[in-house]
């Protein structure tokens, strides 16, 4: 089968240069033109995939050639179905890449395999004539790569022309511009893992601002762009929908979200309801008890932000104890390892949490680890028996001091979790610092697996 639906590819010459803004931009005057967009995120993100949603209302995908390889090409054929044009954010610069040296895991490399056209992102604060300078050595770098279209973003009138004819005599089609504007600026703030997660911004102001911002794109050309500059695209071994039924609805499934923990892909909780459609999101600042669960589910998030409104529920922090103690399932990731731990202490203040692995969280101004990481399954567990092997993501800025004696369940080879291990299994709940997408490694459906049989068998 083939690929024939046009696609763009955002992409700048360095991260943290409006690659996220331009793809909403684009995104929403797509939409609001009366076009169905698909969007996706290359590389490891929650935090881009959710303003994608936020402002579309369209679920955005990852592509991830680290951790999916060949893949994201189906991937994409997948999620893509029945849209008229797909949107795909880029990582970092357009050639960055995980060890940088080859192309792997880079956007160039997404964008080869996928035979779409670049959109690149310009920012045009304080830049005029080095413009033509950046765009020359983008496109001489690698000939495979195709530069076709170039947005302008934080730029004010003076510049304008400047650029945009800078553009243009270097070969590409100015599709349009983001202008400097102060509501931009101030709801697209970053913070020490990247721009602020959209669930703990307000929405509709979010949505207004690029309402207002998206009118500067010119879509007859971006459409254009795509269509003539997106080639026909084979894949192969296409795994088709998921169309299996529901195992058992009497497998109940918690979900630790609000603002808080918002750190989920969402295969995930489509893969939960593969085997169930009895799920519920617990909201730890507000809700008082998880109810009649067999599995917990703890995604990461940022604990730490709201420590003071997580250390008040005292109630669902007990209740948690009790769910641990009797023997339920529990997987927590990252923020979610920090939340079952003590305390953290952030901003020189400790705030007490649900107390159920004993350590001290510790939050760094610098980051412990951020990016890849490949790590060992060194005896059976919960997770995956031993020798089974662990592609994920680090990023944390955090790290435990321990106060109790553990056996960790994994071994870094690429990472640094606890000193090169991680992994806490105390009964059946299992935490560590690893981000998993289901794509690479199916933890969730492992340990429900685990819980429908425990159930047969009771």
Same mark, same amino acid.
Request: include cysteine.
């Given at each position: 089968? @083939? ?39 290359? *590389? ?69 395999? !996928?035979?779409?056209?670049? &959109? ?11 413009? +033509?300078?950046?765009?020359? *050595? ?36 100015? !599709? ?20 602020? =997660? ?53 497998? +109940?499934?918690?979900? !630790?979200?609000?603002? &808080? ?5 969402? @295969? ?35 604990? @730490? ?23 339920? =399932? ?33 939050? =760094? ?21 031993? *020798? ?27 990472? &640094? ?42």
């Amino acid at each position: 089968m @083939e690929i024939t639906i046009p696609r763009l590819i955002i992409a700048s010459y360095k991260g943290k240069n409006g690659k996220t803004t331009a793809t909403l931009a684009l995104s929403y005057a797509l939409i609001r033109a009366g076009f169905k967009v698909s969007l996706f995120k290359v *590389g490891p993100d929650y935090i881009d995939p959710s303003y994608h949603l936020a402002v579309t209302n369209t679920l955005s995908r990852n592509l991830d050639y680290v951790l999916m390889g060949d893949k994201v090409i189906s991937r994409f054929y997948k999620y893509s179905l029945n849209s008229d044009i797909a949107i795909v954010e880029g990582v970092s610069g357009l050639y960055d890449s995980i060890d940088g040296i080859s192309e792997v895991g880079s956007t160039a490399q997404i964008a080869k395999l !996928l035979k779409a056209p670049i &959109v690149l992102v310009i920012n045009g604060e304080r830049i005029n004539r080095t413009v +033509r300078a950046i765009i020359r *050595g983008l496109k001489d770098f690698d000939s495979d790569v195709r530069i076709a279209g170039a947005v302008v973003t934080n730029v004010n009138q003076r510049q304008l022309e400047k650029l945009r004819i800078a553009v243009e005599d270097e070969g590409l089609i100015f !599709l349009g511009y983001i202008p400097r504007n102060d509501n931009l600026e101030s709801i697209m703030q970053y913070r020490h893992l990247g721009l602020i =997660h959209a669930e703990e911004i307000n929405k509709q102001r979010l949505i207004e601002v690029f309402k207002d911002v998206s009118k500067f794109i010119d879509i007859d050309k971006v459409v254009r762009v795509a269509r003539e500059y997106s080639e026909p695209l084979e894949v192969r071994n296409y795994v088709s929908l998921d169309t299996s039924k529901i195992i058992s609805n009497e497998v +109940r499934v918690g979900i !630790l979200g609000g603002r &808080v923990f918002t750190f989920y892909y969402p @295969e995930t909780i489509e893969r939960i309801q593969t085997f169930t459609n009895n799920i519920k999101f617990i909201d730890p600042e507000v809700d008082q008890e998880l109810g009649d669960l067999d599995l917990l589910l703890i995604g990461g998030g940022f604990p @730490e932000v709201y420590g003071e409104s997580l250390e008040r529920n005292r109630s669902l922090k007990s209740d948690i104890r009790r769910f641990i103690d009797s023997g339920k =399932h529990l997987y927590a990731e990252c923020g979610g390892l920090m939340y079952l731990t003590d305390s953290i202490i952030y901003n020189n203040e400790e705030y007490e949490m649900v107390g159920a692995i004993d350590a001290i969280t510790i939050m =760094h101004r610098k980051p412990m680890w951020y990016g890849y990481a490949r790590a060992r399954v060194i005896r059976d567990s919960v997770i995956g028996d031993a *020798g089974t092997v662990l592609m994920g993501h680090e990023f944390h800025y955090s790290s435990l001091i321990l106060r109790g004696n553990y056996e960790f369940v994994i071994k870094y080879e690429r990472g &640094v979790g606890i000193h090169g291990f991680d992994g806490f299994q105390i009964n059946n709940v299992y935490a560590h610092y690893l981000h998993i997408h289901p794509d690479t490694y199916d933890v969730i459906g492992r340990m429900l697996r685990r819980i429908l049989i425990n159930k047969a068998r009771s």
